[in-house]
């Protein structure tokens, strides 16, 4: 699932191919990714003009295309984004073909249909109006202190509101809390000012290494968790057999050994 390392890259994959050239049509091949418009409304509003910067916020990408209109996209489960050359044939799960004066385009492919199109006027009201916390990347050490202290119960559960911080999902969350050797269910009250920052840390490297990576599964150090993680994996770091856990309604997968449930600090 699209976390905030992948959808950073479909941003940058997005800028590097798809802005300035003007949008000569909007093909929608399956209308269910559509919220609050229509297959026509969306081709009405985007059809002469051109995608011109994009900007992102958790696992929301907005693209601008002029004026005060802006394309959100989510990519729910599956969801990606892939640009093709004149006579490329677009993939069978593409839902949304966005052509180019040029005769590219840019498919939306989603193959299981959890993903998000939309049309918006604004990105602040979207935010607020979904009650998103502050992008996982945006925030300062204080400010994530401020936020975790305000609350009670399993850091992972706190990692993965979206309400609190965005950005972070189910597999970087994981990855955090192996880097910061915290166990998915250690009580937010009972880490200390250290933990906290170690943590603070953690999420920023992660993150940001596994956007260098270009969130290249085959890429990721063999010193993290995500290459072992599921059954018969084995802790990277002491060799123990892994364990899973549902914590926050997710599957946490973490190495009790390395991972205690206690402050380190
Ligand atoms: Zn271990």
């Known amino acids: 699932m699209p976390e905030l390392p992948e959808v950073e890259t479909f941003k940058r994959y997005l800028d590097s191919t798809s802005l300035h050239q003007r949008i000569t ?3 929608v091949r399956d209308a269910y990714v559509l919220k609050r418009v229509s297959a026509r409304q969306l081709a009405r509003g985007l059809k002469g ?4 910067n994009s900007h992102r916020h958790g696992k929301h990408l907005f693209v601008r295309a002029g004026g005060e209109l802006w394309l959100r996209l989510h990519f729910g489960m599956t969801g990606s984004l892939e640009y093709l050359d004149g006579d490329e044939v677009a993939p069978k799960t593409a839902r949304v073909i966005f052509r180019f004066a040029d005769n590219c385009r ?3 492919d989603d193959q299981r249909k959890f993903g998000e199109i939309e049309l918006i006027k604004d ?6 109006t979904r009650r998103l ?3 996982a990347l945006g925030i300062t050490l ?3 202190k401020a936020i975790v202290g305000k609350h009670r119960g399993a850091i992972k559960a706190i990692l993965l509101n979206q309400q609190l911080i965005a950005g972070i999902g189910n597999l970087y969350a994981d990855e955090i809390l192996f880097r910061a050797h915290m166990h ?3 009580d937010v009250a009972r880490l200390s000012d250290k933990d906290l920052a170690r943590l603070f840390r953690a999420i920023r490297y992660v993150l940001e290494k596994a956007i260098a990576l270009k969130t290249d599964f085959n890429r990721l150090p063999k010193s993290w968790l995500l290459p ?4 018969d994996g084995k802790c990277p770091r002491c060799g123990r057999r892994l364990r899973s856990a549902i914590t926050g309604g997710r599957t946490a997968w973490f190495c009790p050994h390395c991972q205690k449930r206690t402050s380190r600090s």
């Not at 990105?123 to 607020?128: G, K, V």
């Open 25 to 27: 049509n909007v093909d």
């Open 123 to 128: 990105i602040d009201e979207f935010l607020q």
């Open 184 to 186: 998915p269910a250690i």
């Open 106 to 108: 840019l498919a939306f």
């Open 133 to 135: 916390g502050p992008d």
């Open 228 to 231: 072992h993680r599921g059954k």
């Open 49 to 52: 003009r051109r995608f011109k």
């Open 142 to 144: 204080s400010q994530f």
